[in-house]
Structure formats: C-alpha cells, structure tokens
C-alpha cells in the first residue's frame, strides 16, 4: 500500500458565502485528479471559516480587540504568559487562543474556527460525493502547538466518513503478545501528512490523500477530546 | 509537488548485532525503488534498538521489574496514574513509561529507545548513502500520547540529514502579514505521515518518504524538545 498526497492547488481566497466543494473540484480536475474510494480529502479549517463567514472584525486592527475575541471563544483558560493563551474551545479542543487566527486574514480581521467543524467536514463530503459518486472521506485540520515539543502540527478538528481513532485492540504483535498500545489517532496522522503539501505561507488550503484503506467509518473529530477526569495534565 | 510513502515490507525480525542498512536496501530492491536525493527514509526506533541491543529481560516477565526498568530509564517523573507512568527520558523526550515498551518484544523482555536516537539516524544515513550515492534524510520515530488528545501519533526521536523545525520566521501571509505561525515540527509531520504505512502488528518497521523538497538540513531531534522553562505544561 503506497500512499500518495497531492495538495490541491489553485484555490482562490474564500468569501463568506462561498460554496467550497466546486472550488476543491475545480482543483482536483486542473490536476487530472478525480475522486476515488476510500480517497480523504483534508481541508485546513481557514478556508471553511471563511466560506461559513466565521470570521471578525478588529476595531483597529488591536491586540486587546483580538485577545477579547479570544476569551469570548474560549470555554476555560488553562494558562496565560505573555501574549499567549492556552485554552479550551467550546467545541473542546485545548490550543493557543482558542483557534482564533489573525494570519491569512483580512487586516483588520480574525479567523475563528468554524462553530462546528465536524458538521462543516459532513457537508463538504456530502457535495463531493454528490458531484462524484465517490465514497470519501474529509478531514478539516487546524495548525496546534503541544506541551513538551517545539513546533506545530496539523490535527484533525471535523471529520466525516472515517474513524478518528484506530482501535488496535485485541490485535496480537510479531510474538503474539496483545497490542499495549491500542487507539491511534489516524485523522491526526493524515492531518499531519497533509500539512507536508500544503505550507503555510502559499495559500495550498487543501490536500488529497490516497491510498489509506481505512475511511468508510463514522466518527467525528470530537472523539478526540480525552475527558477531563482522563487527563493528567488539566 | 505530490508526496508518495511506500511501506518497506519483508524486514525480519532484528537482533542485536544486526545492520540494519543492507536490510532497509534490500526491502527497497524488493519493491524496485532506488534512493534518490531528498528522499526520507522513516525507521521505527524498535528495530534500531533491537540491533544495537538495547533490550533488557524482565525477571519472570513481571510487572514490577518491568516498572524498575521504566524508572531507571527516567530522569524525571511528571506524573502517575495505575499503571502508567509519564516520564522524562535521559534524552529529555517526555512520554509515557520513559519509551520502554514490551510490544514487539520477545516474551520476557522489553525494548528501550536508543542510547542516542540522532547517531543512530547518523549512523543508517551514513550506510545508506554510501550504497547509493543519493543524499537523503532519516528519522527515527516512536508512537508517543498527548495530553489533551486521545490517540497515539508517531513522532520524530532521532533525525539526520533534516532539520527538526521549518522555520517560516519572516514569511509573509497572502495578505502581507508576517506568520504568526513560525516553525513547523516538521519531521514528527514525516513520522506521523509514514505511520500510515505502517500500522503496528503488520511488522513493517519503515517507510520511504519521497517528494518533500527540505531535506539536507542539519538538525537534531532534540532541537524539538521545549525547553522546561518555555513550557506551560510541566
């Protein structure tokens, strides 16, 4: 099993309103590319937002009219220094200032995440299946910094038709002995893949991976959130 | 640029002494794939600890010697729960039961990480650059937890020919904005993008990362280790 990623490019700036499953087609047919089973396509949230219209002004263009904006969008505030906050969203997901991005904005702007990426990943998939007669997947993928590590990686914030976790249980290794570890985070792992193609500076917002013989499930991006009482490091 | 990641498949079962070298070359002749330039070869740490001995037996495979082995290779405890234990190993990578792992393992031992992750990729680069002439990269990986986030992703441990961190520093947005968004842990993208080729009972221990044009970096994979006084989460 070879995995191919291709980014998908020559997608113009979105608009509130904008219906994106003909862009993200358009992409695909001046690449030669037409949607297959079990193909994933991974959209990187901000062109959603955007077309969803989650996206708010700054009066002044003002760090205090951006950190407000960032506790409004926050459930819980886990740590603040400096200019950076780590909090949870209220979709659940713990990340620097609650998701809300001023890069690859309007000046004068903010980009929010969509109010449910999830949902937002279904409709998406919905088109393209609608326009192909293809069974897919969709990732939608946010940029998120971690504890311990340096850097950032793509993570999978909405999913729709595959599971976001892989269960290993119960699977025996080389010796036969049952997997200690048991639940990888695919749609994480594909986000992360993604991202390879994509940049962040050259506008590529979207991504086709083939070759993974695991969509066709039904989970949702939520299903990543570990629960609090789970969770050593709340 | 579209990414391609072959599994190499048909690696045996490594013990100490083994060079790994000839067997990732004779996997990828097996598949017809030739090193060239910028290519990216991933290798789970395990097998690199196999051959360079890096096993320990469990007297009586028992969960108490395997808890003694967890601790000798921690440098620091940040927490505890039941059975799991998150540590900082000597390298200074925090995660769960300092790296030592008995999956994979033959009945009665345990597996450590590397001595030295980065002379280990060092030391595979250098051989397999020798046999073929192309200058490539490779990265050690591992399968890590996160806080926050269920599932298991791969990460980068041990990198050579590659740096840890693209650093967009400086880059400017569609709209004229410099990044907020400024380095990209970009080889834990490669080891979690490879790990879907992989899976973790099919014994496929590597994989061959092809079409990333940012290889022939110098970097370390410790280079991604936050420092303690940077991180929020310690």
């Given at each position: 099993?070879?995995?191919?990623?291709?980014?998908?490019?020559?997608?113009?700036?979105?608009?509130?309103?904008?219906?994106?499953?003909?862009?993200?087609?358009?992409?695909?047919?001046?690449?030669?590319?037409?949607?297959?089973?079990?193909?994933?396509?991974?959209?990187?949230?901000?062109?959603?937002?955007?077309?969803?219209?989650?996206?708010?002004?700054?009066?002044?263009?003002?760090?205090?009219?951006?950190?407000?904006?960032?506790?409004?969008?926050?459930?819980?505030?886990?740590?603040?220094?400096?200019?950076?906050?780590?909090?949870?969203?209220?979709?659940?997901?713990?990340?620097?200032?609650?998701?809300?991005?001023?890069?690859?904005?309007?000046?004068?702007?903010?980009?929010?995440?969509?109010?449910?990426?999830?949902?937002?990943?279904?409709?998406?998939?919905?088109?393209?299946?609608?326009?192909?007669?293809?069974?897919?997947?969709?990732?939608?993928?946010?940029?998120?910094?971690?504890?311990?590590?340096?850097?950032?990686?793509?993570?999978?914030?909405?999913?729709?038709?595959?599971?976001?976790l892989l269960d290993l249980k119960g699977t025996t290794d080389a010796f036969?002995?049952?997997?200690?570890?048991?639940?990888?985070?695919?749609?994480?792992?594909?986000?992360?893949?993604?991202?390879?193609?994509?940049?962040?500076?050259?506008?590529?917002?979207?991504?086709?991976?083939?070759?993974?013989?695991?969509?066709?499930?039904?989970?949702?991006?939520?299903?990543?959130?570990?629960?609090?009482?789970?969770?050593?490091?709340?």
């Amino acid at each position: 099993m070879t995995l191919a990623i291709h980014p998908l490019l020559g997608i113009p700036e979105v608009s509130a309103g904008d219906d994106l499953a003909p862009l993200l087609l358009a992409s695909l047919e001046s690449a030669d590319l037409v949607l297959e089973d079990r193909d994933i396509v991974v959209v990187t949230h901000k062109i959603i937002s955007k077309a969803e219209g989650a996206v708010v002004p700054l009066a002044g263009n003002d760090d205090d009219a951006y950190r407000a904006v960032v506790l409004d969008q926050s459930s819980e505030i886990l740590r603040k220094r400096g200019r950076l906050v780590i909090a949870r969203t209220k979709h659940g997901f713990i990340c620097a200032n609650a998701g809300v991005d001023r890069s690859n904005a309007a000046s004068g702007t903010a980009v929010l995440l969509p109010i449910d990426p999830d949902r937002s990943a279904h409709g998406i998939r919905m088109a393209l299946e609608a326009a192909t007669g293809a069974s897919i997947a969709v990732i939608v993928s946010d940029t998120f910094g971690r504890p311990w590590r340096r850097g950032l990686v793509d993570v999978a914030i909405g999913i729709s038709g595959i599971d976001a976790l892989l269960d290993l249980k119960g699977t025996t290794d080389a010796f036969g002995r049952e997997l200690e570890v048991t639940e990888i985070a695919v749609v994480d792992e594909v986000a992360a893949a993604a991202d390879l193609v994509m940049g962040k500076a050259e506008a590529v917002p979207a991504a086709l991976l083939r070759g993974l013989d695991i969509s066709g499930g039904d989970g949702r991006a939520t299903d990543l959130i570990r629960p609090a009482h789970e969770d050593l490091f709340r």
